[in-house]
């Protein structure tokens, strides 16, 4: 995988006269964290092999102010909020793609209010899209036949209803698709969500993304897959504290499409 | 002479509703303590949303067994109180079952009833059976120790009683048994009453009717006083839901001036705030911070126990209940309620607060945010509302979030992420191998 990625930022774009097809807000945890970065660079790879005119804000992106707004801090959330809302209007940014749901959902409910209107997507749903418009196709090959579980995040499933795009790729994959005794609207949270991620767990008798992990492994599955950089970080930590690191692979959809092209 | 029975009716009546009608307009003016907040929106999306959740119960059936049976009682309940049209007619003009004149018609409507009464008697009992032998555990959870238990039980008892004395009322009239026609399940009952003579019948039938009668009216007065409630107020209370999508939190408007303020270059940091610009409480510490739909939630919530059966942080030994918010919302607004009362209509401060005094800290911060709850309340409550709202309270009132997350948010303001980074390295894993 010594192939070079091709991320065009929006200031490159604009002085190229260029406007993008999608912006792809690539978040915190995207950017940052260690394990996330790798879903980043597997959906630049599947962006980079449709040839999708995207671009990223790169060091003008900022955080979007979800877990502040979760944890109670309305001020700093919209702090950040119209920072990035300037920025994105001052590229005239039109549709913008996220591998993050927190982003999804805060970019796309709450951002118009406070001056942000944009057409905001999942990258499930944009795969899907680049599935349906034949400018993406998948082969089986490696998963066929796989054992894939899916967890629902909360800000993708319950919080916005979007729980067929990622299903319909892992299917896409010729895998055998298993679903946990709590799905979709159903489904438990990984314990990350409402800024959880960034601290001490209340005392309690169990850790959530245990609990969570339980329900995953009782499907007996080759692959949890999510559509959540926190979601991944908690169900590998789950499964490292049920000692299945051997058996059981945490992976995000876009790493599963690009593993199948392999990208 | 003949009259006194009439005037009797007449009085209980009066007693009855007037009573109700003080109690609802209590409830109204406790609500309206809330802030304002529009729900006047898509109107046609909440009448749909009320006919389909409150009216079709439509949520109610995700839980198969409980919901078929709430289904039963409510359809009981709605049907055989046409009946109790019949009996004011009859207890206010001294005539016995004036609908009869309907002829087959009535036996039909009667016959419904009886079947109807029977079911309910049978979902009443299984209910009794789910939260007092097998003790289901959302019926078991600590929330409802003391008189949110046993308020259960008594609706139950209220049921039982009073379908018992409807089929005791109907087995015992002469009259209804010989014409043979609606006793479908009276004509069962009516057996262990033979041998004993006609005045004696008479006697039970009456007294059956009179207590029927008197039972449904202080039920109807018991509601203010109980989570049974909820037949009523589920309507309005599907009607004003929030319609954004679950993800979506509100924008504080307040806020959003203030940063307005502070981002707009030529504003003057120095100027004196305009006359009359009051200090804005951010956040909820107490019941009138939050909105009225708040409120009407909390006098809605019937403590099924869904909402906390399915909660991430509650299922995991952590002391948040999403019921225990809104029961604790309830009960502190009682509280301010009747501080007003006592106290002619003004508020006097009684150093409490929903914070803390009910709700602890502890409990707010173990929320996911996760939309479980909201997602399973049968009639569209919002718990994860009000705990946002008292989380704003913490942290923007009092900074008192705890120390990671204040770590999180320095991050957030100085780099722009969660984390210690630098914002210039954000693109740093495109050239990472």
Partial sequence: ?263 | MNYLDNIIFAVLLVLGFGYFFINIKKISRNINLGKAVDRTDNSNIRWKNMAMIALGQSKMVKRPIAGILHIIVYVGFVIINIELLEIIIDGLFGTHRIFSSLGTLYGVLIGSFEILAFLVLVAVTVFWIRRNVIKLKRFINPDLKGFPKNDANYILYFEMVLMTLFLVMNATDVHFQLSNSGNVISQFIAPIFTGISDNSLHLIERTAWWLHISGILIFLNYLYFSKHLHILLAFPNTYFADLNPLGQLDNLEAVTKEVKLMMDPNADPYATPPEGDVHVKFGASDVQDLNWVQLLNAYTCTECGRCTSVCPANQTGKKLSPRKIMMDTRDRLEEVGKNIDTNKGLFIPDNKSLLNDYITPEELWACTSCNACVEECPISISPLSIIIDMRRYLVMEQSAAPMPLNAMMTNVENNGAPWQYNQQDRLNWKNEI
């Fill in chain 1, 1 to 263: 995988m010594s192939e070079v990625l091709i991320v065009p930022t929006m200031a490159e774009m604009l002085a190229q006269g260029k406007q993008p097809e999608v912006l792809f807000w690539v978040g915190c945890a995207g950017s940052f964290d260690d394990r996330a970065k790798k879903i980043t660079k597997a959906f630049v790879r599947i962006l980079n092999r449709a040839n999708v005119p995207f671009a990223v804000l790169g060091t003008e992106e900022s955080c979007t102010g979800d877990p502040a707004k979760r944890a109670g801090n309305e001020f700093l959330f919209q702090m950040q909020a119209m920072m990035n809302i300037e920025v994105l209007n001052a590229y005239e940014a039109k549709k913008i793609v996220t591998a993050c749901p927190h982003c999804f959902n805060t970019l796309k409910n709450e951002y118009p209010e406070l001056g942000g209107q944009y057409e905001v997507v999942h990258h499930t749903e944009f795969l899907k899209s680049l599935l349906d418009d034949g400018r993406l196709t998948i082969e089986g090959g490696q998963f066929k036949g796989k054992r894939i579980t899916f967890h629902d995040p909360c800000y993708l499933g319950r919080a916005n209803k979007v729980y067929e795009a990622p299903r319909d790729l892992i299917q896409k994959l010729d895998s055998e698709l298993v679903e946990m005794k709590r799905s979709r609207a159903n489904g438990l949270c990984c314990g990350a969500g409402g800024a959880q991620m960034f601290k001490d767990a209340e005392p309690g008798d169990k850790e959530v993304n245990v609990l969570r992990t339980e329900d995953a492994l009782e499907t007996t599955p080759e692959i949890i897959a999510t559509g959540c950089p926190f979601c991944n970080t908690m169900m590998t930590d789950g499964i490292k504290n049920k000692e299945k690191e051997g058996d059981v692979k945490v992976m995000d959809i876009a790493e599963l499409i690009a593993n199948a092209q392999d990208l």
